[in-house]
T-cell receptor, first 111, second 116 residues
Framework: GESVGLHLPTLSVQEGDNSIINCAYS??????FIWYKQESGKGPQFIID?????DKRQGQRVTVLLNKTVKHLSLQIAATQPGDSAVYFC??????????FGGGTRLMVKP | GAVVSQHPSRVICKSGTSVKIECRSL??????MFWYRQFPKQSLMLMAT?????????EQGVEKDKFLINHASLTLSTLTVTSAHPEDSSFYIC????????????FGDGTRLSIL
């Protein structure tokens, strides 16, 4: 189900460092997972996705890791930049194309 | 890439007003669109699934007579907040997906609704 909280966990990193954002998902039947980035006042922006038959997928500066055994998803951002500052949401999709969002993590990049 | 356009981006109006929000998929056909609501510092909560040519499917606790959804074409879905009250103030976001399984939903930039 959806994860809703009053306070977003925050990850603070130094510019140039690598960032790792973690997410636990709930439905073992989910077979497709997506990471979204949301900047203030905007809608979520697609970053990277992964299907359940994979455990790792790489994009430009981003890597998603999937551990189905423990229902865990992570997003790694290499050489984090100030423009990466945003709230990051993981989302799981079921066979009906319905997305369930995680609670979100705020990434703050210090110059 | 896929683009979803949402309009208006910001609405401020008096209590009792009905407000219509449009969601358009600009470069692909979307049989299904989704409407979400987001409160500050919280995640997105699905309100309803909009199906072209048929009635929308509402999530539990969402009043269908309050939030009217019309999906009249493969590129346009509208959400009308009827007789809006201050508690309806929120950030409303739509998304659309290509007509295949395991495709990402692409989101509009949201509508900030403020009811005075």
């Amino acid at each position: 189900g959806e994860s809703v909280g009053l306070h977003l966990p925050t990850l603070s990193v130094q510019e140039g460092d690598n960032s790792i954002i973690n997410c636990a998902y709930s439905n073992s039947a989910s077979d497709y997972f997506i990471w979204y980035k949301q900047e203030s006042g905007k809608g979520p922006q697609f970053i990277i996705d992964i299907r359940s038959n994979m455990d790792k997928r790489q994009g430009q500066r981003v890597t998603v890791l999937l551990n189905k055994t423990v229902k865990h998803l992570s997003l790694q951002i290499a050489a984090t930049q100030p423009g990466d500052s945003a709230v990051y949401f993981c989302a799981e999709m079921d066979a009906g194309n319905m997305l369930t969002f995680g609670g979100g993590t705020r990434l703050m990049v210090k110059p | 890439g896929a683009v979803v356009s949402q309009h208006p981006s910001r609405v401020i109006c008096k209590s009792g007003t009905s407000v219509k929000i449009e969601c358009r998929s600009l470069d692909f056909q979307a049989t299904t669109m989704f409407w979400y609501r987001q409160f500050p510092k919280q995640s997105l909560m699905l309100m309803a699934t909009s199906n072209e040519g048929s009635k929308a499917t509402y999530e539990q606790g969402v009043e269908k007579d309050k939030f009217l959804i019309n999906h009249a074409s493969l590129t346009l879905s509208t959400l009308t907040v009827t007789s809006a009250h201050p508690e309806d103030s929120s950030f409303y976001i739509c998304s659309a997906t290509r007509d295949s399984s395991n495709q990402p939903q692409h989101f509009g930039d949201g509508t900030r609704l403020s009811i005075l």
